[in-house]
């Protein structure tokens, strides 16, 4: 094993932070050219990092997404099929590794893996579920809740003095759990420089822009339906147009409150001192469909559900010259790659690629991936949504190919068509190619142990 890879003594290792967002898409950015968003804070971290342009999430929807992340498993493998598929308990986790390495752990926000569980059947209302400690991950340190879907009104349990307890925010959610973060940062560093703590791994996970697409009335304000741009690819349909621009508009407000946290939190990093030993890594759980094609939402295979924001800054970066890589990272490589960051191999049961090298100069190449696996391994049951399993690829090269359970559904060349008008799945002259792509599938499905019927082709 390469001794950089192995794990370093916990004195000496960054530490690394998740900043994770819910249904914030790739393209809904100022760095990747949107003009209805300003997101410095976003654009630094990029110019300043490396920025993953072809990151995906393999299966887009939150709870299968997540277990993936955190896993670094297909939902088949861990268990989370969909919503409402509890993570198994002995599920091993990203957080397990860290604190093997002797890191400090803590979750923040939204969970959404606790699933309906048989020991306490259906429960009606996730964003008052109490998530009991052996059931969070493997992490330490915990301000959750299940789900929420109010962020003006969010709910969260947290432990003291040997008991749980639930208290309201006082504001807005992505603000007042970047407070708690940041002031869970300020702890962990403190002891850290007292010698009393080693290194820490956190997460924030906020729901915002996922919908209901509000965000505080000042951010508010500046978007307005009649003045955000649609993408080329929404169709002219005057339901579609409208629904799209009353969404949008909400939804540029709270990824640019996002931003301004994502700045709140790198400022803290500045006043401790610890910029220069600390990852930062932001990115999504999947995207958001906002009348392209016709489409809101997520479950669905196209760019504008399944590109994601990949961000990642850090103390092993020149700042003076901004990095993007085309490596189609997935959501199962994200804890192999957050380890990797700290030297710490990856554990037996992690199938993603450890992608670190891209991030940290002079450490010897490795396989990269050259395509990523996509799949919905069940129905979804989300409205205005698709509501059918899939499996498909995306390739570095810049094609994406997609099959229903018995039938070929989507074939784009995206360098050629990114607003995916073109589909060249039932087109004669692209045979090859789809068989290219169709083998590539096969292969996919075959190594990750996945179950499905693909067409013939």
């Not at 599920?91 to 606790?114: E, I, Q, S």
């Not at 569980?117 to 008052?128: Q, Y």
């Not at 109490?130 to 299940?146: K, L, M, N, T, V």
């Not at 009104?153 to 008991?163: A, I, P």
Request: contains cysteine; proline residues 9%.
């Amino acid at each position: 094993m390469d001794p950089a890879h192995l794990a370093q003594p916990a004195q000496h290792q960054p530490n690394v932070l998740w900043i994770l967002s819910d249904q914030m898409r790739a393209q809904t950015v100022g760095y990747a050219g949107d003009p209805n968003v300003h997101t410095p804070n976003l654009d630094r971290l990029a110019a300043e990092g490396v920025t993953f342009t072809h990151a995906v999430t393999g299966t887009p929807l939150c709870s299968p997404c997540r277990g993936s992340l955190l896993t670094s498993q297909y939902p088949h493998q861990h268990g989370v099929a969909g919503h409402n598929y509890p993570l198994p308990k002995n599920a091993r986790t990203v957080a397990h590794a860290f604190r093997d390495a002797g890191y400090r752990t803590a979750w923040l926000g939204k969970w959404h893996l606790d699933g309906d569980r048989p020991e306490i059947g259906v429960v009606g209302e996730p964003r008052t579920r109490i998530i009991p400690p052996a059931r969070r991950g493997g992490f330490q340190d915990w301000w959750g809740y299940e789900n929420n879907n109010r962020p003006f009104d969010c709910l969260v349990h947290t432990d003291r003095d040997g008991r749980t307890e639930q208290f309201r925010l006082p504001s807005y959610e992505t603000d007042a759990l970047t407070d708690l973060f940041i002031a869970w940062i300020e702890e962990r560093a403190a002891a850290r420089a007292r010698g009393e703590e080693g290194p820490f791994f956190g997460v924030l996970s906020v729901q915002p822009p996922h919908d209901p697409y509000v965000a505080p009335a000042e951010v508010m304000a500046r978007h307005s339906p009649g003045g955000v741009r649609l993408r080329a690819n929404v169709p002219l349909i005057p339901r579609v147009v409208e629904q799209a621009r009353r969404e949008l508009a909400g939804y540029c407000a709270a990824v640019e409150r996002l931003d301004w946290n994502v700045g709140r939190i790198r400022a803290a990093l500045d006043a401790l001192g610890i910029r220069d030993e600390t990852y930062v890594v932001f990115f999504s759980d999947h995207g958001d469909m906002l009348g392209s094609h016709g489409q809101f939402r997520k479950t669905s295979p196209w760019e504008e559900s399944i590109r994601v924001p990949f961000i990642i800054g850090g103390p092993s970066r020149e700042h003076q010259e901004p990095r993007r890589t085309d490596v189609p990272i997935n959501h199962v490589d994200v804890a192999p790659t957050s380890l990797g960051l700290c030297g710490i191999a990856k554990p037996v049961g992690m199938v993603g690629s450890n992608c670190s090298h891209v991030v940290i100069d002079g450490r010897p190449p490795v396989t990269e991936p050259d395509s990523a696996y996509l799949s919905i391994p069940v129905p979804t049951g989300h409205s205005d949504s698709v509501d059918r399993p899939w499996r498909g690829v995306v390739t570095r090269d810049g094609w994406k190919y997609v099959c229903l359970e018995g039938q070929p559904w989507l074939l784009f060349n995206l360098d050629d068509d990114p607003y995916e008008l073109a589909n060249l799945a039932h087109n004669t002259y692209f045979g090859a190619e789809r068989r290219r792509l169709h083998d590539c599938l096969k292969t996919w499905i075959d190594t990750v142990g996945d179950s499905f019927l693909l067409p013939e082709v």
